[in-house]
């Protein structure tokens, strides 16, 4: 009986060729992008669940208000961590967590590398598994370090590592530290990455900060012990909070803050590690959204739907071919659940080919895919066993609604009425219409996405921003040179150089450099009886000049003025901070006896993302802090050439560095590496989504023609111009398109004035986007149907009437 199901249902196929290579196409290039587009949904989802204590462990954040309202950080003072394993109850482990770069030096090799300054239980919580050397407690030994397998190699090539003996220069000395343990190299999916690990305590700055509560600059992890809820630190850490901020708690009274709902001025709570991958710290709250991953998934699936939409659609319009075969099969004893049984076995065998055409095409375009959306996905992720049974029981599903349906619907005609071969359309037309009604709704939502994601990436990138980021390179000041000498040098050796027209330098890099690290600094201080707080940036001389930025009041820092040491110069929403009609007679103050005065304003320049408004900011020129980064500006000509006369001429100042220079208008474009992701993401969907709907609109044209082959003939004859008879046949498309469009407009712009919201720099959503989104539907759908039906009306009458 099966052999007999199969041997029918490829004849039924081969038969149809057309409609059988049109279901599979479409089948087979949506189960590929969909199962990509899954992988890449799943990657995110994984973030950091290799810790076998991942369900146990919190990031520790702070909230505390201000006259503004609400604040929250994640940095924290050093005596934080070991007060709170001291005085919580509950608390089973906790680390500090400081990420920097640290110069590692062994014999010639000098190389930056990754590192992490923890605390000795930080590997006893988080699972980076060891392969070589101490494998329990590996920090145990300040004098210890732990370096991953690749760093490993880098340093020692193939030689053994664990006991060698290496240099971290560390406050500008090389301090001897010992290979303890070699672990294997960081997943993809950790949240955590480093090179190297290195005990908190010998942290640069930790002998003059261990004691000090106001100096906030790490991490603190902390994991519950069993059966503790996350909850019950807010209560547990009160009392640390009285002792410790009460002079934060009373000067936020004084300035006018307001308690938050539990009445509190300053508290502590936890961010389950699984949550930080998906944070965002902004606005006074912490908000966690996996909005991009379902957004992905949802893509996946909305392609998978419309390729399901198409063979529902195409089945349903091939029935009308078939009912003389039904009612032979059934006037021969054919029961309606053998016929049920043998269309729906045509439907699971187009899918089956249709599955392995596509696991094919998602194996060959991986690379690609990893390579366009920066993802390391592998199909690692959807090899569980959990997930093969979950793909085989959607499959069984979707091939029991897609493929079922029609079966249903041609199995249970009567005889007689199949016979005679014709049947009351009005049912199956109304499903078929609903149904391109709901397909075409989803490509004019995906292709207004499209629209409004192009358009507000490109406002983001042509924004003007404060600063000049075409003529500007800026690189790391890696090595041991000091890194103020090092750009003394840099200007030296550049000083003949006319493509060359300023040097300066800052310990922050404008967007994301090639070294990918960005980081802030904030500080909070007393100005006539209240207090604020600020962004800080430490420059050298002509960093003003260098990134073009407009003075609007006061000057910049000058060579000819000693004092500038002690001065500084601010952005205009700091000036707004001090609340003066002049903003030079302000000050910034460290202590009574301390006071740095204001010798310049500068405009308002985004220096930092453009989802977040401009905050105030402060730039000194304290040589008490180092630079980290060095700022270049070049004539607008030979652009290349001065780069490499940059990069030549720091390989000659730090040899053993390597040089990661690049333009600011590229670190910024690397911000908007999220927006890029999506906008790809939405652009492939809606192309796919369209040329899917195509596919099925011209099959079921094509039917639909056939069928009024005889009318059309008929209508020729009587006097029917080609154009008369192009619209009779389009109308009830284009009728479906508009329906479509009334529908998912109000939708789209939801969904869109949604995301624009995450922006405070966006475009204006105009209801151009909607109307372009289907007026491109129509053009398609018009172009998609024409095509045939114009072919049909120019057709010789004769011809068309011969064929009954």
Known sequence: MFKNYIKITWRSLVKNKTFTILNIVGLSVAIAVAILLSMAGFFDLSYDQFHANSKDIYKVYSMWQNPKGPQVSVSHSAPLMPTIKDEVPGIDKATRHLQQEAVLT????????????????????????????????????????????????????????????????????????????????????????????????????????????????????????????????????????????????????????????DGLFYKFELLPLLNEHFATFKNGYVEVSRGNTYLVLGVAFLILFIACVNFVNMSIARSGLRLKEIGMRKTLGAKRKQLFLQFWTESLIVFLFSIGIGLLISILLLDEFKTIFRTEVSFELILSPLSILLFLFSILLITLIVGGYPALLLSKLGTIQSLKGKIDTSGKNKVRDALMVLQFGIAIL?????????????????????????????????GKKNSYEALELLRNELAGNTDILEISGADNNLGYGKDGSVSSSMFGFEYKNRVINTNYLTVDYDYV???????????????????????????????????????????????????????????????????????????????????????????????????????????????????????????????????????????????????????????????????????????????????????LLTKDFLKLVGISFLIAAPIAWWFMKEWLKNYPFKINLSPLFFIVAGLLATVIALFTVGSKTIKAAKQNPVKSLRTE
């Open 446 to 478: 995906m292709i207004t996405g499209t629209l409004v994601l192009h358009s507000q990436l490109d406002f983001m990138r042509n924004k003007d921003l404060g600063f000049n980021k075409e003529q500007v390179l800026s690189f790391p000041l890696d």
């Open 106 to 261: 062994y014999g010639d090799k000098e190389i930056n590398m990754d590192a992490i300054w923890v605390d000795a239980d930080f590997f006893n919580m988080f699972t980076f598994p060891a392969i070589a050397g101490k494998l329990n407690n590996p920090l145990e030994k300040q004098s210890d370090i732990v370096i991953t397998e690749d760093a490993a190699k880098s340093l020692f090539g193939n030689e053994e590592a664990i006991g060698k003996t290496v240099q971290i220069l560390i406050n500008g000395k090389d301090e001897p530290f010992t290979i303890g343990t070699v672990v294997e190299n960081n997943p993809s999916q950790s949240t955590l990455e480093f090179e190297i690990a290195v005990r908190f305590e010998k942290e640069a700055d930790y002998l003059e900060s261990q004691d000090n509560w106001s100096a906030r600059y790490h991490d603190v992890y902390v994991q519950l012990a069993k059966n503790v809820a996350p909850g019950q630190f807010n209560l547990a850490t009160r009392s640390l909070v009285e002792n410790n901020f009460q002079e934060r708690i009373e000067n936020a009274k004084r300035d006018g803050a307001q308690p938050d709902a």
């Open 545 to 727: 000049e260098t990134l073009d930025l407009e003075l609007v009041a006061g000057r910049n820092f000058s060579r000819e003025f000693a004092s500038d040491r002690s001065g500084a110069v601010i952005n205009e929403a700091m000036a707004k901070e001090f609340g003066e009609k002049d903003p030079l007679t302000a000050y910034i103050s460290f202590s009574d006896s301390l006071r740095f005065p204001i010798i310049g304003v500068v405009k308002d320049y985004h220096f930092e993302n453009l989802d977040k408004v401009i905050a105030p900011i402060t730039m000194m020129m304290s040589r008490d802090y180092d630079l980290y980064y060095a700022y270049v500006k070049v004539a607008p000509v030979n652009l290349a050439k001065s780069y490499d006369a940059v990069e030549k001429t720091w390989a000659k100042i730090s040899p053993n560095s390597k040089f990661l220079g690049s333009y600011l208008d590229e670190n910024i474009n690397r911000t908007f590496r999220k927006e890029e992701q999506i906008t790809t993401m939405i652009t492939s969907g809606s192309i796919l989504a369209i040329a899917l709907s195509c596919i099925g609109l011209f099959a079921i044209s094509l039917l639909i023609v056939n069928q009024r082959t005889k009318e059309i003939g008929v209508r020729k004859v009587i006097g029917a111009s080609v154009t008369n008879i192009t619209f």
